[in-house]
């Protein structure tokens, strides 16, 4: 019995030891990480700074450097509207040739300032990062030049096949707008974006993907005959005003920002199917499911092997107690996209609905290899 207890004893007190460990080095390691991510990259880290016609500034934004005769990266709407365009590289005021790449829809602009020998960040690769991963930005809040933050990736929203969001919880704010998103190697995954201070639950961060095979480009746009147009009119904007609405549950504001999306550029085809199916989500959201069903059933009709606007399609008859339409939408959306899983569940839980458990179990059988846990769930309400 002695023997036990002291075991017992022993063992409590490893588990105590290991929680302080756990506690206090992690912390530490965090911090040694910042420390060491702001030492080697502060340096190449840049105040963009936009002025209009009667040379005043307009705004104020991040950037970093990534060739050594200055070429820097930032968000297009940073320099929205600008006549002319100024970086602070230290204590340095350099002025901007012009402009290496232009990416509206995507929020990305490379500047071409006068520069030599200025250091340089090193680019990383969002396809080898995992949600959950510790990210740190460094950028100009509010005017406070190189500071850093930290905070975890929290998710990747695909748009479409080739374009990309970042969410992360890394604290950013006005002036933070192309600052460099590093992972813990202190490598450049993302460009922080900022739009709007009314939600800032969600952060984003353009790939920084969409800009490697543009770092080499050699022809320099001068601002004079680049047409640099107001940001509020790409539709890109809205969708993503829209979505940090959505993540502070102010779903009233994203409804207009998704029609606002599909008012200010009628050419864009994905957006509208995107913004009509995020549209779609903010009226389910508010209990609009009628109006949800017709956002729904519009991004379906500009992208008709649109997936994911099947499968809410599907949900939304749900709602509405249209079982049979239901089905349909779910196996529409199964169709385009074989592999889709919360397809699967939702076409299973509705022959539920409609007393068919046989047919149920099958989505089952399906959902066991492309989504255990999600079986799983399927599995407790067929034998509910």
């Known amino acids: 019995m002695l023997k036990n207890r002291?075991?017992?004893?022993?063992?409590?007190?490893?588990?105590?030891?290991?929680?302080?460990?756990?506690?206090?080095?992690?912390?530490?390691?965090?911090?040694?990480?910042?420390?060491?991510?702001?030492?080697?990259?502060?340096?190449?880290?840049?105040?963009?700074?936009?002025?209009?016609?009667?040379?005043?500034?307009?705004?104020?934004?991040?950037?970093?450097?990534?060739?050594?005769?200055?070429?820097?990266?930032?968000?297009?709407?940073?320099?929205?509207?600008?006549?002319?365009?100024?970086?602070?590289?230290?204590?340095?005021?350099?002025?901007?040739?012009?402009l290496l790449h232009i990416d509206k829809e995507n929020d990305i602009v490379i500047l071409?300032?006068?520069?030599?020998?200025?250091?340089?960040?090193?680019?990383?690769?969002?396809?080898?990062?995992?949600?959950?991963?510790?990210?740190?930005?460094?950028?100009?809040?509010?005017?406070?030049?190189?500071?850093?933050?930290?905070?975890?990736?929290?998710?990747?929203r695909e748009l479409d096949p080739k374009r990309k969001i970042l969410q992360i919880t890394a604290p950013i704010s006005k002036g933070s707008s192309g600052g460099p998103v590093f992972n813990k190697n202190g490598e450049v995954i993302g460009i922080a974006t900022f739009l709007i201070e009314e939600a800032q639950n969600l952060n984003f961060a353009i790939p920084v993907n969409l800009?490697?095979?543009?770092?080499?480009?050699?022809?320099?746009?001068?601002l004079k005959d680049v047409d640099i147009e107001d940001y509020k009119k790409i539709a890109a904007f809205w969708l993503m005003i829209g979505l940090s609405y959505e993540a502070d549950s102010l779903f009233k504001e994203a409804i207009e920002a998704y029609k606002q999306a599909v008012r200010v550029n009628p050419d864009f085809t994905y957006a509208h199917a995107y913004a009509h199916n995020r549209l779609g989500i903010a009226y389910s959201k508010s209990g609009m499911y009628r109006e949800a069903m017709e956002a729904f059933k519009q991004a379906i009709r500009i992208e008709p092997d649109y997936a994911e606007a099947y499968n809410n399609l599907g949900k939304t008859y749900v709602e509405l107690g249209m079982y049979r339409e239901a089905i349909e939408a779910c196996k529409q959306a199964i169709r385009i996209k074989p592999g889709f899983a919360m397809a699967h569940y939702g076409l299973g839980l509705t022959y539920l609905l409609i007393d068919n458990r046989g047919l149920a179990l099958e989505q089952y059988k399906i959902l066991k290899s492309l989504d255990p846990k999600l079986a799983d769930h399927l599995f407790n309400f067929i034998y509910k």
């Open 211 to 222: 800009i490697k095979d543009k770092i080499s480009a050699r022809k320099v746009a001068a």
């Open 112 to 156: 071409k300032a006068k520069g030599k020998d200025l250091s340089v960040i090193k680019i990383g690769d969002i396809e080898k990062v995992s949600v959950g991963e510790k990210v740190y930005v460094i950028s100009s809040p509010e005017g406070l030049e190189n500071t850093i933050s930290d905070g975890v990736l929290s998710g990747i």
């Open 6 to 98: 002291t075991v017992q004893f022993l063992f409590s007190k490893y588990l105590f030891i290991s929680f302080l460990v756990t506690t206090l080095i992690i912390p530490a390691i965090s911090l040694a990480d910042a420390d060491r991510i702001f030492k080697e990259n502060s340096k190449a880290v840049v105040v963009v700074i936009a002025y209009d016609k009667q040379d005043k500034p307009i705004s104020q934004g991040s950037g970093f450097i990534v060739r050594p005769d200055g070429a820097i990266v930032t968000n297009y709407h940073v320099i929205s509207n600008a006549v002319d365009i100024k970086v602070k590289v230290g204590d340095k005021l350099l002025k901007v040739e012009g």
